[in-house]
C-alpha cells in the first residue's frame, strides 16, 4: 500500500518527526512525502533512507498545487495523510482535483492563540471545521485536549482519532555515562543541579516565564545550571539574551542552539522544564522522560497526562508556581527515593508512549480506509 504525506516542511518539529519516524519503521507500506515548503533538516534523512520526497514550495507559486495533483495521479496512493492545517487544506483541494476520497488529516495544534497565530492559519483552520464533514475521511489528532479544542470549533467529532505521539526507545534511554560528556563538554560543575529544556525560540514556548521562575529559585540561593537547546536557542539571539541579562541569569544559563545529540543532552540533566503556553503533544517531555529524567511541566496540551503522577504539573502562564515545582524538585534530588522517580518516569513511556503503538494505530487507520 502506498501512502503520500503532505506536510508544512520539512524542519526541526515534533510533526515532522513523528512523520520520519512512521516512514522509516513501518515496512509495512511504502511512503512518499511532499513538503510544501522546500527542503529542510528532515529532507536528506528522508533521501538517505530512499524515501521519495518532492519539495514544492507552494508559497511562492500558488498553481504548483497542479504538480500536487499530478503526484498524485502518477505514483497512485492508497491514502493520503496531511499534517497540520496548512497541509490539511493543500491536499484537501489536491484530492478533489485529482479525484481522490482517502483523506486522512492530521491535526498538531490544541488551541489558535489569535495574538501569537497568523490570520491566514486562524482562517484555514475555521474552513478545514466546516469541510470536516464532507471531505476528510479520518481526522488523526495527536493531543486528546486538541480534539476537546477543535470539536468547540465546529470539527467533526465522528471522523476523530485520538492517536497520541510514539518515542523511540532505541534513541531515548537512560545512559548515566552521556551527565559526565556534556559537563566536561560544558564546563559545568557536577555538583551543582543541571535543569534544561528544549524548544524553538517561539512566543509559545513562554520563556518569559521561564526564566521569571528560575529569577525566583535563584533568588532563594538555589544552585542550579540551566541548558536551553532549539532553534535559534543561543547568542545571537539578542532577544533571549537580553531575556536572561534582565533576568540576572547569564551566570546560569547555557545557550547551545541546535544539537543533533538531543538524546545526550537530555540523559545530561537532572529536571527537565516545559514553560510553554500552548502545546498539543510535547514530545520532548516524553523523550526526556524515557531518558529517566523528571519533569516540571505547564499544564498544557496533553503534557500533564504524559507526566501524570511521575513529576510536577504547574498552570501555565504562572510563573511563581514554576518556580515553587523547581525549588521542590531541586530539593528532592538530594532524597533516596530520587531514583525511583527516574525509573518511574521511563516506565511511564515505555507502557503507554512506544513508536510501535503509534505506529500500529496508523496502519490500522489506512488499512481501514483503503478497505471500505
Given amino acids: 500500500m502506498i501512502i503520500l504525506h503532505i506536510i508544512n516542511s520539512l524542519e526541526m518539529g515534533g510533526a515532522e518527526k513523528n512523520l520520519y519516524q512512521i516512514c522509516v519503521n ?11 515548503t522546500g527542503s529542510g533538516h528532515f529532507s536528506e534523512a528522508f533521501k538517505k533512507r530512499k524515501i521519495r520526497v518532492y519539495e514544492i514550495n507552494i508559497k511562492k507559486n500558488l498553481f504548483l498545487i497542479f504538480k500536487i495533483v499530478k503526484i498524485i495521479n ?8 496531511t499534517w497540520m492545517y496548512n497541509s490539511d487544506f493543500v491536499g484537501s483541494i489536491s484530492s478533489i482535483l485529482a479525484l ?46 486538541a480534539m476537546q479544542e477543535h470539536i468547540k470549533l465546529g470539527y467533526n467529532k465522528k471522523k476523530m482519532i485520538y492517536v497520541p505521539n510514539g518515542c523511540d526507545l532505541d534513541i531515548f534511554y537512560p545512559i548515566t555515562h552521556n551527565r559526565k560528556k556534556i559537563l566536561s563538554e560544558l564546563k559545568i560543575d557536577a555538583s551543582i543541579p543541571l535543569l534544561g529544556s528544549i524548544g524553538r525560540y517561539n512566543s509559545y514556548k513562554d520563556f518569559d516565564n521561564l526564566f ?25 539571539n539578542q532577544q533571549l539574551v537580553k531575556l536572561i541579562n534582565q533576568n540576572g541569569l547569564n551566570n546560569r ?78 530539593n528532592d534530588l538530594k532524597s533516596p527515593n530520587w531514583q525511583s522517580v527516574r525509573v518511574s518516569a521511563n516506565l511511564r513511556i515505555k507502557e503507554k508512549f512506544t513508536l510501535e503503538r503509534m505506529i500500529n494505530s496508523y496502519t490500522k487507520i489506512w488499512d481501514k480506509i483503503k478497505s471500505e
Fill in 253 to 330: 544559563v547555557y545557550l547551545l542552539g541546535l544539537r543533533n545529540d538531543v538524546s545526550k543532552i537530555l540523559n545530561s540533566l537532572d529536571l527537565f522544564i516545559l514553560s510553554s503556553m500552548s502545546e498539543a503533544f510535547p514530545n520532548v517531555v516524553m523523550e526526556a522522560m524515557a531518558c529517566g529524567t523528571p519533569c516540571v511541566v505547564t499544564d498544557v496540551g496533553d503534557a500533564s497526562y504524559i507526566v501524570e503522577k511521575t513529576g510536577w504539573i504547574v498552570p501555565p502562564k504562572n510563573s511563581t508556581e514554576l518556580a515553587k515545582k523547581i525549588e521542590i524538585a531541586i
Fill in 26 to 36: 513501518d515496512k509495512k507500506n511504502k511512503h512518499i512525502v511532499i513538503s510544501l
Fill in 100 to 145: 481522490k476520497t482517502n483523506l486522512v488529516w492530521g491535526i498538531r495544534h490544541t488551541n489558535l492563540i489569535p495574538a501569537f497565530e497568523k490570520k491566514r492559519t486562524l482562517i484555514i483552520s475555521k474552513i478545514l471545521a466546516y469541510l470536516s464533514y464532507f471531505i476528510a475521511k479520518k481526522i488523526i489528532v495527536c493531543s486528546s485536549k
Fill in 212 to 236: 521569571e521562575a528560575l529569577n525566583i529559585v535563584k533568588k532563594k540561593d538555589i544552585s542550579f545550571n540551566f541548558l536551553l537547546v532549539g532553534k535559534n536557542n543561543d547568542k545571537s
Fill in 74 to 81: 502518477t505514483s497512485k496512493p492508497s491514502v493520503i495523510q
